[in-house]
């Protein structure tokens, strides 16, 4: 079967199709019921329309053909691999991919002035929504909600993939509706589902060019430009830095900053956890189920968390506090971090803790570095708003853990989408 381009095949016809096929190919594996595919197939089918004709476009359904998925290494969807003249270049495209760096793989497969005047013949062009959102997190995924079901044309727009950092979240434990704790990945989802039900459309795991509030204009991977009566700013906010020396350095090579993603790498090992607040002591006692050993370092004489974790923590044998202290370097030997320098911030004297790894939870900044205009902030850069979740910038309104509040949770998150959307819609109704 044919479309767009793209060929779609199964194992039997993958020695024919990819292995003596001459010249290029590239090979979606993609999955059902996977939100990265879906996001992938609108980029995937507008490439093989530019470079279809010089490199071979193909498609296998994974669950059907997991033997020879499995023979190639390749164990989630998407993923995508590049060859030619049968044999794999080496390169690998999984999860959310860009359009950018799957178009740079292809490229690859073709001789560069080929590639260039191919590229030419990419066409932007410009689509109009009722309402833009910025950001797919539990603030901005509610606000698709809202404004989709009040038949606005909406459409929400993220660098990742839906979720924000509720899908990296282990489990939300306070979420109404759920008795049992669920799993951040899967309440991002549902979040997502429902959005996409309520007509909301979806540009993820995309690259944001180039954004202009004041004319309410974002490109999206250079070549689309969206266009908006109202947009609502949820991008969220990202873990804070220590800035010291040895952080930038080792990042991924035993600094973390997401005990989700990284406690299962140190099973039985000892890591040092920075921060004494409810995030640095609940995710401490998400870590202890794998290691071995924990070292809390905080800057006070007590810790910050909620009482019932801090409470759990203390009690738990396996975790230790050095508190009053504060991390002065990142130390690594052989490429990975295994030293710790730190200070007494009583005495001033400076002590190592070895250790195997390190998670980072000093609290939050707000992602404000897609937008050069000039917001009323408050003293610690977040973006001050409203009732109603208005900007200073006219027409621009800003939802969940990048505006001045008091508490960042989920829920109150979910309530600044539910207000922007329902303030946007009525000006939409009133400008009518």
């Known amino acids: ?14 020695e024919k199709e990819v292995l003596r096929a001459k010249g290029g190919v590239v090979v979606d594996f993609y999955s059902s019921e996977c939100p990265p595919c879906e996001a992938l197939a609108s980029k995937y089918e507008s490439l093989a329309g530019i470079y279809g004709n010089d490199v071979k476009f193909i498609k296998v359904f994974r669950q059907e053909n997991r033997d020879l998925a499995e023979s190639l290494g390749v164990k989630g969807s998407p993923t995508v691999l590049f060859y030619k003249d049968g ?4 390169d690998t495209l999984s999860g959310g991919i860009r359009r950018a760096d799957l178009e740079r793989n292809i490229h690859a497969l073709l001789p560069e002035e080929r590639a260039q005047q191919l590229k030419a013949q990419e066409k932007p062009f410009t689509s109009e929504y009722d309402v833009m959102i910025i950001g797919a997190g539990p603030a901005g995924m509610t606000a698709a909600i809202y404004a989709a079901q009040a038949k606005l044309k909406t459409v929400l727009v993220d660098r990742g993939m839906p979720g924000g950092n509720v899908s990296i979240t282990h489990q939300v434990s306070n979420y109404p509706g759920f008795v049992a704790p669920q799993p951040g990945y899967m309440l991002s989802h549902y979040m997502s589902e429902q959005a996409r039900e309520a007509g909301a459309h979806f540009r993820q795991a995309v690259d944001i060019t180039s954004v202009d509030l004041h004319k309410k204009a974002l490109v999206v991977d250079g070549i689309e430009t969206i266009l908006a009566k109202k947009i609502i700013l949820a991008t969220g906010s990202s873990p804070r830095p220590l800035n010291i020396p040895g952080e930038v350095e080792y990042k991924g090579k035993g600094v973390s900053y997401c005990a989700t993603c990284d406690a299962k790498y140190y099973e039985g090992k000892h890591v040092v956890v920075i921060g004494g607040g409810n995030s640095a002591i609940e995710e401490a ?9 924990i070292t809390v370092v905080h800057q006070f004489d007590q810790l910050q968390a909620n009482k019932t974790s801090a409470e759990k923590a203390l009690a738990n044998p396996n975790i230790q506090f050095m508190f009053s202290h504060e991390p002065r370097a990142f130390i690594a030997e052989g490429g990975t971090v295994n030293r710790v320098e730190v200070e007494d911030l009583k005495t001033g ?17 707000p992602n404000l570095s ?15 708003v409203d009732d109603s979740m208005r900007t200073s910038i006219p027409d621009v309104f800003a939802a969940g853990d990048i505006i001045h509040k008091q508490y960042r949770q989920i829920t109150t998150a979910v309530a600044d989408g539910t207000i922007a959307a329902m303030a946007a819609a009525k000006d939409l109704e009133a400008q009518a």
């Open 1 to 14: 079967m044919s479309e767009h381009n793209i060929s779609y095949i199964n194992h039997e016809e993958w």
């Open 285 to 293: 006692l998400f870590i202890d189920k794998f290691t071995g050993k």
């Open 370 to 384: 897609l937008f050069s205009e000039s917001f009323e902030k408050d003293q610690w850069g977040y973006i001050v």
């Open 349 to 365: 004297e400076r002590k190592f803790i070895e250790c195997d790894g390190v998670f980072v939870f000093i609290g939050m900044e």
């Open 87 to 90: 044999a794999h270049t080496g």
